[in-house]
């Protein structure tokens, strides 16, 4: 059974590979297709793209936007992304800068706590886009927390005594914006945070009233259950599914492309499904 992996990240956001490189594990590893999926930017898709020409692999051009609700944050991905994307670009741009206020700040807490850390240190780590984990890897390198996990225990976290929330789209924003493009819109991982059910399946049903299109059911942190819900939401709704690893290289060492922490299996088929129904949209695949 050939596999797929519909959502990675790369070093472009908060993964650990470059884009070529993903690409590269993916065609090792034997899928038919992965989408790159990055925090909150592009950058790295058409890198992605000429590695996945030269191999014969397919690559759809994807990004995961966070947004922001009254329980906390939920990601919304959109796939096959056109090349000109002045409107997201525009948009990212903005968030991107926002972030760097936030990770500027973030460093100046930590500072003030007693850790002896700067933006430069974390800088030349990310290489790309700066985020938490990279702050994290600072701390753990310097032996300030034992690991990354502890680093967002006791510092990064919501609970972290050096947390500053970022900036993010509404929801509704963030559809709107990915399905004005033409992009496939889907709700990434929804059953990852432990939200109230109720209002979970209230959110489902009002944003596939905002343009989205699909479901991610399968996910290396969903259960079976979780998957199962997934299902029956996107037949109740009349949306799409999805899946993938959501894998960030050495960032999250144990979930690998394609499989996850080890139980991830996404077909072929869920990629042609998603391709019928942009061909019934009359959109590009």
């Avoid at 993964?15 to 993903?22: I, K, M, N, Y």
């Avoid at 065609?27 to 909150?40: F, Q, R």
């Avoid at 936030?102 to 500072?111: D, P, Q, S, Y």
């Avoid at 690991?147 to 993010?168: H, I, S």
Wanted: net charge negative; charged share 25%; glycine share 12%.
């Amino acid at each position: 059974m050939k596999l797929i992996d519909l959502h990675t990240h790369t070093l472009a956001s908060d993964g650990t590979d470059s884009p070529s490189a993903l690409v590269q594990k993916a065609h090792a590893a034997g899928l038919a297709a992965v989408a790159v999926t990055d925090h909150d930017t592009v950058s790295g898709l058409d890198e992605a793209e000429e590695a996945g020409r030269d191999l014969g692999i397919k690559v759809i051009r994807g990004c995961e936007l966070s947004t922001h609700t009254e329980y906390g944050e939920v990601h919304i991905l959109g796939l096959w992304l056109p090349r000109d994307a002045a409107p997201l670009q525009d948009q990212l741009g903005y968030l991107r800068r926002k972030r760097c206020e936030r990770n500027r700040a973030i460093v100046e807490k930590l500072r003030a706590l007693g850790l002896d850390i700067s933006l430069e240190e974390v800088r030349a780590i990310a290489k790309e886009s700066v985020g938490r984990p990279h702050i994290a890897a600072v701390l753990a390198s310097k032996g300030y927390v034992r690991d990354v996990g502890e680093a967002f225990r006791e510092y990064l976290g919501f609970y972290g005594k050096a947390y500053l929330p970022k900036e993010v789209l509404e929801p509704e924003a963030a559809v709107h914006l990915l399905a004005g493009l033409g992009a496939t819109v889907s709700l990434a991982h929804p059953l990852l945070q432990k939200y109230p059910l109720p209002w979970l399946e209230g959110f489902v049903e009002h944003l596939s009233g905002c343009g989205l299109t699909a479901i991610e059911a399968w996910h290396s942190e969903h259960s079976d259950a979780d998957t199962r819900l997934c299902v029956e939401w996107a037949r109740r709704f009349g949306l799409g599914l999805s899946g993938g690893s959501d894998y960030h290289g050495g960032n999250k060492p144990g979930i690998r492309l394609g499989v996850g922490r080890g139980g991830l299996r996404v077909p072929l088929d869920v990629l042609e499904k998603l391709e019928a129904q942009r061909r019934a949209q009359g959109l590009p695949c």
